[in-house]
């Protein structure tokens, strides 16, 4: 198979600079066509890229920028392309003979422009995959843009996740095209000079603010309840309480479980000065926590999200590894402290946040999936197994959904009335910005489906600026959010023998 990008000239970008699309694990070969410029770009455009490149990325390049070298044997067009690609706004050819002619919408529009005008609004375009000869959207999604940095950030990130939705419909596996949580937006658009400086101006600020605050400082939200989130549809209740944390360290993932006759809340504990998490618990005696933090599970790489699954009389951890790319089951050799590496379920993949469910007979691994580019909160992977230790098997339309306001997981699964529901991250306005209850409509090996049903947003009872886990055990409830958290008064809260420590350590590093 041979794939033909449709590009164009005045406007090549280095995203395009590749020579294959791997496709099922094989590398399928690229030639691009290249046409003239059917329509112009906001004036002055790659000049504020180049001022993003210095700014926000301190010279590093994207690949939105500007591919300058196009090699000359690239640019005339060729009738042995299999497939089309055609990222331009220019009608098609009705004497096409591929076999496929695809078309990228930003917004229900196509070409570059379309993607920049919905950035330039202020927000990232839904993408669509249309097939030009009838017209049929065979793949839907709203990427996240937590990684974004400013327009050419945006639109690096748009690009990728639009080479994932291609790559995924070349591979001829069954495509599920979702309802989105949320419609397209229509906001009014600024010029880009105004929009990139405001940009620069928010990343100043952003500097400014971890210059003198941990950012960001996660902490954890518990109370007993009679009644719980899922039942009320919102945060009202008893009062939330805060788990302390040293200040120099945050909280985040809180996963309550109930063990040998004890309630411990296991969470990711990630010291600031490190900026790597370990897996640390804390017990509950029925009216709040006892004693300190025990650390329980530490590796070379980054912890966090410590989901907890009991199976054949045994405790098991699966925390999120995602930099060491694989997911691995921890069995608890001594509880709450002590837990071996069982065996690997998954390798050679980035996946967050694994969360576990059974539904008629099957084990369900649910997993929001990175493939090395683009936000990594907008791409949910579904798995599945006759029992834990799998073998683990690919849905046969993974990744299942591309949607930042209902991919990523947040907690266990709860059944209700019989009826199956996950609570999922809603990144729209940022990672972990609210939280969304979701009924599971449809789950098997080859579908899916959810609806949520109900957004629960920090307010009145949960103050602050994030809300992205939610879990229950008993009448112990937990959540989590961030809060503005100084350096100064973590500092001056440490004890002094670690204030020596750290001025030591500093002295021995000048």
Not at 87 to 102: H, I
Not at 252 to 257: G, I
Not at 505 to 510: E, G, L, N, P, V
Request: proline share 7%; aromatic share 8%; charged share 20%.
């Amino acid at each position: 198979m041979m794939i033909e990008f449709r590009c164009e000239t005045d406007h090549a970008r280095l995203w395009m600079n590749r020579e294959n699309l791997s496709v099922n694990g094989r590398d399928v070969p690229i030639q691009i066509a290249w046409s003239a410029t059917s329509e112009a770009r906001p004036a002055g455009l790659e000049a504020l890229f180049e001022l993003e490149r210095l700014v926000l990325r301190k010279g590093k390049r994207s690949g939105a920028d500007k591919w300058t070298a196009i090699p000359a044997q690239s640019r005339p067009h060729a009738d042995t392309a299999e497939v089309i690609v055609d990222f331009t706004g220019a009608a098609r050819k009705p004497d096409c003979s591929a076999r496929l002619y695809l078309r990228p919408l930003f917004n229900g529009v196509a070409g570059e422009n379309a993607a920049l005008a919905a950035i330039l609004a202020g927000d990232l375009p839904v993408i669509e995959i249309v097939n030009e000869v009838d017209g049929a959207v065979l793949d839907r999604g709203h990427p996240s843009g937590e990684i974004a940095a400013g327009l050419s950030g945006a639109l690096e990130t748009v690009m990728a996740r639009t080479l994932t939705m291609l790559t995924a419909i070349l591979s001829g596996a069954p495509r599920i095209v979702p309802q989105l949580a949320y419609s397209i937006a229509n906001n009014p658009q600024p010029r880009p000079a105004k929009y990139v400086l405001r940009g620069l101006a928010v990343s100043i600020a952003k500097e400014i603010y971890r210059l003198c605050c941990y950012a960001p400082h996660w902490h954890v939200g518990w109370r007993y309840s009679q009644t719980n989130v899922w039942q009320a549809e919102n945060l009202s209740g008893p009062d939330w309480n805060v788990l302390a944390d040293p200040g120099h360290r945050f909280y985040a993932d809180p996963f309550p479980v109930q063990w040998q006759g004890r309630t411990f809340v296991f969470f990711e504990d990630l010291d600031h000065h490190v900026g790597k998490g370990i897996i640390s618990a804390i017990e509950f005696d029925g009216t709040g926590p006892v004693g300190e933090a025990v650390p329980v599970l530490e590796e070379p790489w980054h912890l966090s999200y410590p989901f907890l699954i009991e199976d054949g009389g045994d405790l098991w951890m699966i925390p999120e590894s995602s930099e060491h790319r694989d997911v691995a089951l921890y069995r608890c050799v001594r509880f709450p402290d002590r837990w071996e590496r069982h065996s690997t379920l998954l390798s050679g993949l980035e996946l967050a946040d694994v969360t576990i469910t059974q539904h008629n007979g099957l084990h369900y691994l649910f997993g929001a999936w990175r493939d090395g580019t683009g936000g990594y909160s907008d791409s949910l992977s579904i798995f599945h197994a006759a029992s834990l230790f799998g073998p683990w098997l690919p849905h046969a339309s993974n990744p299942v959904l591309m949607d930042r306001a209902t991919t990523r997981p947040a907690g266990h699964f709860v059944r209700i009335d019989g009826k199956l529901w996950r609570p999922v991250q809603d990144c729209t306005n940022g990672y972990g910005a609210a939280l969304g209850l979701a009924e599971i409509l449809e789950l098997s090996p080859t579908t899916f489906r959810q609806a949520v049903r109900q957004i629960l947003k920090p307010g009145p009872a949960w103050p602050g600026r994030k809300l992205h886990t939610l879990n229950r055990c008993g009448h112990l409830e937990v959540i989590d959010g961030s809060r503005v958290q100084p350096k100064g008064s973590a500092f001056l809260r440490r004890p002094a023998s670690a204030i020596s420590a750290a001025g030591m350590s500093a002295a021995a590093s000048r």
